[in-house]
């Protein structure tokens, strides 16, 4: 008999699950996945079986679980009575039957006050987080701290042995724990593209949480479910054992195997079915709770590790480099001023972005170049406040339309959708996977526009068909996984134009999809911006997308702006040696046969930036005058700058070649 302690973590949290791509709505794929595993399903089985039986056992038995008959006593199995009688000669199955519903009752009722607290508490304590968060935690290290047995037991005196109060208490004990638990798989969430994108769209948090999160928490929350009730119907058999609950002759499973045990040597039979049925009981539901976490890992395995880990070497202390204040336009859209990003909490967090000082004008293309890791997304991702994990702004501030937004959050999701809006790199994971695409643009189009579910909807097939999808209505209908990368990149900008956005910043739109359909996407960006006067920042590795899109580029080398000029000039006549240097390893520019020169070396990491020219160990011009000190930002000809002492020198080779 399992002794009556409380369930704490059932185990290891489960992955988060985000369905993968099976052909299906999936909504679906859980289910489906659990049906392809025999143990789960032999599990389900006897998990529905046995609540079946306890529901229909009026139904079910010819028997009355309380009539008495000594004249068959103490019987093995026969076939009038299955599994035999017991010490008063009533029938043994149908006793079993009757006191299912007790325990399984008992169980669903500490389920569902663990789910109804742990659940909604959990998920906000992770999507809101400050105070609220740190409340959370506190109560939850008290709940646990709390000798739950003891709470029980004092629970059942005080009820007199009232059964619902004892499943209520450890319901509410148990929750904590369990808090903890979906707290952390959604703060995994948290960092998912797609919640991302829901919050870059403008979207209000209710729905996020109840659109977007919630259903992707399910596998969690069935696992932890499956496993806290088996855990729970130990607890519950054995306070009847020990003759808690409801008095004899009431069936329950405890109570019989009590009584059982009493006989046990004169009719060892009866402690078989009476002590099996619990057996098998604990034994399906932790089986199924099992084969529920199998299930959600490997949906996870299938779709890859979703964010990227923190990196944590130690920052150099240098001083901060002198920018110029520079602004080409009067009346910028964007204005970014000295803007400094770190990762990592602590006394020594560290800085990925230094001192980063631009504008974008109204209806510029602006594009961001620079190798990995030089800083381009992160830039992008404080300018609409969507750093993960870990990230902050530590310096400096984003001002849009002249209101600056950094560090004001309601500011922040007053722009976010309607002024700003977000699109990365990968298309796919920036679509909730559970929801068609046109229900996806229909609930941005209704955030923003306030209109009927009718009017959004003809208003999401316009943006499609402006998308130049070849069929807007089946594109509506359909799941993301159903799409093709390249359709999914235009259902993401047909989403993200929903609110009317004056900026959409671009986070290589094109890396993850063929060339044809690179290209079609980006002319569609340049007759978006000639249509809409929308602005756009452009984050890429690519020149040939520079050339064909940008008006203006910045360059970023190791978290600085080491370049900023217009298009052409900065082309024709790069005016910083790293810049020079990339241009010079663009393929686009390379003949047949000819070996593409590479820049030696590579970008030093964050923590690790001397103080100098930070590109001075890679650089061919570099000098002992480079490395002496911070190197500031300077004029390198009209509406241009450089980052570079040497300009002279590139001039002189550039004049000779
Ligand atoms: N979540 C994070 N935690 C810690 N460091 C991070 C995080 N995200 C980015 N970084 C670091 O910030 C620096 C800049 O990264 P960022 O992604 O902005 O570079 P990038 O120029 O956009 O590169 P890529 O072209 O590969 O996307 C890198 O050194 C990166 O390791």
């Not at 909730?432 to 526009?449: A, K, L």
């Not at 943006?463 to 799941?479: A, G």
């Not at 040696?577 to 593409?596: E, K, Q, V």
Request: glycine share 10%.
């Amino acid at each position: 008999m399992t002794s009556p302690t409380l369930p704490v973590l059932a185990g290891e949290p489960a992955p988060v699950t985000r369905p993968v791509s099976t052909g299906r709505p999936p909504s679906a794929s859980l289910t489906r996945a659990l049906l392809r595993k025999p143990l789960g399903v032999a599990a389900l089985v006897v998990v529905l079986l046995l609540v079946l039986a306890a529901i229909f056992a009026p139904l079910l038995s010819p028997w009355d679980p309380l009539a008495q008959d000594p004249s068959v006593a103490r019987q093995g199995p026969s076939a009038l009575h299955w599994l035999g009688t017991d010490l008063l000669g009533r029938d043994l199955l149908t006793r079993i039957m009757y006191g299912g519903r007790d325990s399984l009752l008992g169980v669903a009722e500490a389920l569902l006050v663990m789910l109804v607290i742990s659940v909604p508490v959990g998920i906000l304590a992770a999507y809101i987080r400050g105070a609220f968060d740190r409340a959370v935690l506190s109560v939850i290290d008290i709940v646990m701290s709390i000798p739950a047995i003891l709470i029980t037991l004092a629970s059942l005196a005080i009820f007199n042995n009232s059964m619902l109060a004892a499943m209520i208490t450890i319901g509410a004990l148990a929750s904590a724990a369990f808090t903890r638990v979906f707290r952390s798989a959604v703060l995994a969430l948290r960092q998912e593209p797609f919640v991302q994108a829901a919050v870059v769209t403008g979207l209000p948090t209710r729905l996020i949480l109840f659109r977007h999160v919630l259903p992707q928490a399910r596998g969690t929350i069935l696992v932890q479910a499956s496993l806290f009730a088996a855990a729970t119907l130990g607890i519950q058999t054995g306070l009847s054992f020990l003759a808690f609950g409801p008095p004899p002759p009431a069936p329950t499973w405890g109570g019989m195997v009590a009584e059982a045990a009493s006989a046990i040597q004169s009719f060892p039979w009866m402690f078989v079915p009476t002590g099996g049925v619990i057996v098998i009981a604990t034994l399906a539901l932790g089986l199924l709770g099992d084969a529920l976490r199998d299930v959600t890992a490997e949906q996870v395995q299938q779709r890859g590790a979703p964010t990227r880990a923190v990196r944590a070497p130690r920052d150099a202390a240098r001083p901060a480099d002198a920018v110029e204040a520079r602004r080409h336009a009067a009346d910028p859209l964007l204005a970014v001023d000295e803007l400094t990003v770190a990762f990592g909490g602590g006394r020594e967090p560290l800085t990925v972005v230094d001192g980063v000082t631009f504008d974008v004008g109204r209806g510029e293309i602006l594009g961001i170049v620079g190798e990995s890791g030089s800083g381009k997304t992160v830039t992008a991702l404080a300018t609409i406040g969507l750093l993960g994990r870990g990230g902050r702004v530590t310096g400096g501030t984003v001002s849009f339309e002249g209101q600056t937004i950094s560090g004001d959050a309601a500011a922040m999701k007053a722009v976010r959708g309607s002024g700003i809006a977000y699109i990365s790199q990968e298309p796919l994971v920036a679509l909730d996977p559970s929801f068609t695409v046109g229900f996806q643009i229909v609930e941005v189009v209704r955030r923003h526009d306030r209109t009927s579910r009718a009017d959004a909807r003809r208003r999401a097939i316009e943006l499609l068909v402006s998308m130049r999808l070849p069929d807007p209505e089946r594109v509506f209908r359909s799941y993301p996984h159903q799409i093709s990368g390249g359709m999914a990149q235009r259902v993401v900008i047909a989403k993200a134009l929903a609110g009317r956005p004056r900026l959409l910043i671009a986070d290589e739109p094109t890396t993850a999809l063929d060339v044809t359909v690179q290209a079609e996407i980006l002319s569609l960006l340049s007759s978006l911006r000639d249509e809409t006067g929308m602005s756009i920042i452009l984050v890429t590795h690519d020149w040939g997308v520079v050339a064909e899109t940008c008006d203006r580029t910045l360059v970023m080398y190791a978290g600085q702006l080491v370049e900023e000029a217009g298009v052409d000039a900065l082309l024709g006549a790069p005016r910083h040696p790293y810049t020079r240097g990339l241009l010079a390893s663009d393929p686009h520019g390379a003949r047949r046969g000819d070996i593409l020169p590479t820049i030696g070396g590579v970008v030093p990491p964050p923590g690790s930036w001397p103080d100098g020219c930070r590109f001075a160990a890679r650089c061919p011009l570099s000098t002992p005058e480079c490395s002496s000190g911070p190197i500031a930002l300077r004029e390198a000809g009209a509406e241009r700058v450089s980052r570079c002492i040497r300009i002279g020198a590139l001039v002189d080779e550039e004049v000779r070649a």
